[in-house]
């Protein structure tokens, strides 16, 4: 007679991608256990319904979003994650101007460059190697900016005993350096800081930036995105976002691109 919540965090995928899994039918059977099954955006629900439909005998109410099995319902829900508001942090953050000389400062960078900034785990799904290769299109077709953008990601190394991880790392590493040595800029295009930031020095960093690239390839929400924005005391600064987060269906006056796409990211950039 217990109540149970599950939450998914992760996007759900379609029926035909999700037909692949051997074990289709056992997990949708175990999360139909749920009194309540969310998920991030009411598409990810409807895609979980359609897999209900083709893996599983039982009935499907879409008015009301249930499922019902051997007499028991399960509700589907969205619930759209987000973050702490106002963000403590904030608090202890100086303000926009004080944060972006913080920053050229720590960097070596001149007064006048405009900064565009990321930060993520180093996850594969999060778009790092496409966003830097956006990057360089647009140095590539606009050559002016050379010496006037800098690309400032950061990326906590994570996972990292799973070959998958060791090996996007290495090659982020290698592409930057790569990318900068052939671009021949006074500073630098991309600065790749490999550790962990603390929450205030993210706020930081978003503060002092011009804009902020969230180029996920597959995201439930992303709440990177929502905290670029929270930190904008000043109502400044740009969200470049792929339309493959969550956070595109909330945040519409972004710039929605599609990352595997990089002359349209390096376009928004």
Same mark, same amino acid.
């Not at 996007?168 to 006074?186: H, P, S, W």
């Given at each position: 007679?217990?109540?149970?919540?599950? !939450? =998914? %965090?992760?996007? =759900?995928?379609?029926?035909e991608t999700f037909g692949i899994c051997p074990w289709k039918e056992e997990i949708i059977q175990g999360l *139909?256990? /749920?009194?309540?099954?969310?998920? %991030?955006?009411?598409?990810?629900?409807?895609?979980?319904?359609?897999?209900?439909? +083709? !893996?599983?005998?039982?009935?499907?109410?879409? #008015?009301?979003?249930?499922?019902?099995? /051997?007499?028991?319902? /399960?509700? &589907?829900?969205?619930?759209?994650?987000?973050?702490? =508001?106002?963000?403590?942090?904030?608090?202890?953050?100086?303000?926009?101007? @004080?944060?972006?000389?913080?920053?050229?400062?720590?960097?070596?960078?001149?007064?006048?460059?405009?900064?565009?900034?990321?930060?993520?785990? !180093?996850?594969y799904t999060k778009g790092i190697i496409d966003r830097m290769r956006a990057i360089e299109a647009l140095l590539?077709?606009?050559?002016? =900016?050379?010496?006037?953008?800098?690309?400032?990601?950061?990326?906590?190394?994570?996972? /990292?005993?799973?070959?998958?991880?060791? +090996?996007?790392?290495?090659?982020? #590493?290698?592409?930057?350096?790569? &990318?900068?040595?052939?671009?021949?800029?006074?500073?630098?295009?991309?600065?790749?800081?490999?550790?962990?930031?603390?929450?205030?020095?993210?706020?930081?960093?978003? +503060?002092?930036?011009?804009?902020?690239?969230?180029?996920?390839? %597959?995201?439930?929400?992303? *709440?990177?995105?929502?905290?670029?924005?929270? @930190?904008? #005391?000043?109502?400044?600064?740009?969200?470049? *976002?792929?339309?493959?987060?969550?956070?595109?269906?909330?945040m519409q006056e972004a710039l929605i691109v599609n990352p595997y796409d990089t002359e349209a990211l390096a376009?928004?950039?």
């Amino acid at each position: 007679r217990a109540t149970i919540a599950t !939450f =998914w %965090h992760i996007p =759900w995928p379609n029926a035909e991608t999700f037909g692949i899994c051997p074990w289709k039918e056992e997990i949708i059977q175990g999360l *139909l256990g /749920s009194t309540i099954v969310g998920f %991030h955006t009411q598409f990810h629900c409807n895609n979980f319904m359609e897999c209900v439909d +083709r !893996f599983l005998e039982s009935k499907i109410d879409r #008015e009301i979003q249930a499922v019902s099995q /051997s007499g028991r319902q /399960s509700l &589907i829900r969205p619930y759209p994650i987000s973050i702490e =508001w106002p963000p403590k942090v904030l608090g202890r953050v100086p303000d926009s101007r @004080a944060c972006r000389s913080e920053v050229l400062r720590q960097f070596g960078l001149p007064d006048d460059v405009r900064l565009v900034v990321g930060v993520e785990r !180093f996850d594969y799904t999060k778009g790092i190697i496409d966003r830097m290769r956006a990057i360089e299109a647009l140095l590539d077709r606009a050559p002016a =900016w050379k010496d006037r953008l800098v690309f400032i990601q950061v990326a906590a190394p994570t996972r /990292s005993k799973l070959d998958s991880y060791a +090996r996007l790392q290495t090659e982020a #590493e290698q592409l930057a350096r790569d &990318i900068n040595a052939r671009q021949r800029c006074r500073h630098g295009p991309i600065k790749l800081v490999v550790r962990h930031y603390e929450q205030e020095e993210v706020f930081g960093l978003f +503060r002092a930036a011009d804009a902020c690239i969230v180029s996920s390839l %597959h995201d439930g929400m992303n *709440l990177v995105a929502k905290e670029f924005v929270a @930190a904008r #005391e000043d109502n400044r600064g740009v969200l470049v *976002l792929s339309s493959f987060t969550g956070a595109s269906r909330e945040m519409q006056e972004a710039l929605i691109v599609n990352p595997y796409d990089t002359e349209a990211l390096a376009s928004a950039i």
